[in-house]
């Protein structure tokens, strides 16, 4: 198993422009989420989704967009990119079964940098 | 509101002592879970324990130890015998049972760093 894999790695962006983040896991997790990490902070939750066609605001939802059509795949999408997205953003991904809780597996993030 | 608070943000130690992360949390659920995650100068995150509202069993596995006190809403970490490779940040994590969201509220993290 890849586990949660994230594309690209690293970007550059210029004020304005649009990117897609790429989320893949091959876990057939149920859950997926997608965080934002600024310099010297925890993790804050952007979106999430519980299944294939759901999702949800999470903490810090303006200046993005998500989308779940696959059980596998949860792109996060930056419109009109701003200097206060520069941030490491990662995609988690965890099955939830009921009445008990699993951990997050996280992908390796990428680096963005809005100039 | 949900909220994790790591008042360290940094620690120095030399290598073979012993260290404890402390996180203290705040929920208003009875319900709940915590964490504790390791993101190691490579950038991933690394899942290291969970524990739920209703276990307050304390554990010892190999080098690291966890005690969780209710009565005291901390959730803290010991590192025994410290290592190089232990040098990592740390994040204490807090979600709370809402029967479908499972959203992981994060501290800032505190960063470890063993020196041989």
């Known amino acids: 198993n890849a586990g949660v894999t994230q594309t690209p790695k690293f970007r550059i962006l210029k004020i304005g422009q649009s990117m897609t983040l790429q989320c893949t896991q091959d876990?057939?997790?149920?859950?997926m989420y997608w965080y934002r990490q600024d310099p010297g902070m925890g993790l804050k939750l952007i979106y999430y989704s519980v299944g294939a066609g759901i999702t949800d605001k999470g903490e810090v939802p303006n200046g993005y967009n998500v989308s779940r059509s696959t059980t596998e795949d949860f792109p996060l999408r930056l419109e009109l990119a701003a200097p206060s997205q520069t941030s490491v953003y990662f995609c988690a991904s965890s099955y939830s079964g009921g009445f008990s809780y699993n951990e997050q597996f996280f992908g390796p993030g990428t680096r963005l940098t809005v100039l | 509101a949900q909220k994790v608070t790591q008042a360290q943000t940094e620690i120095s130690v030399v290598e073979k002592e012993d260290v404890t992360l402390d996180c203290v949390y705040e929920t208003r659920d009875t319900t709940y879970y915590l964490f504790w995650y390791k993101q190691p100068p490579s950038g991933e995150l690394v899942f290291l324990i969970r524990?739920?509202?209703?276990?307050?069993q304390n554990e010892i596995s190999g080098r690291y130890s966890w005690n969780f006190q209710k009565s005291t809403s901390s959730f803290n970490f010991t590192i025994t015998a410290s290592q190089v490779v232990d040098s990592a940040v740390y994040f204490c994590?807090?979600?709370?049972?809402?029967?479908?969201?499972?959203?992981?509220?994060f501290g800032k993290g505190m960063k470890l760093t063993v020196n041989p």
């Open positions: 524990r739920n509202s209703f276990d307050e």
């Open positions: 994590a807090l979600s709370e049972d809402k029967g479908g969201s499972e959203k992981l509220v």
């Open positions: 876990m057939n997790h149920n859950y």
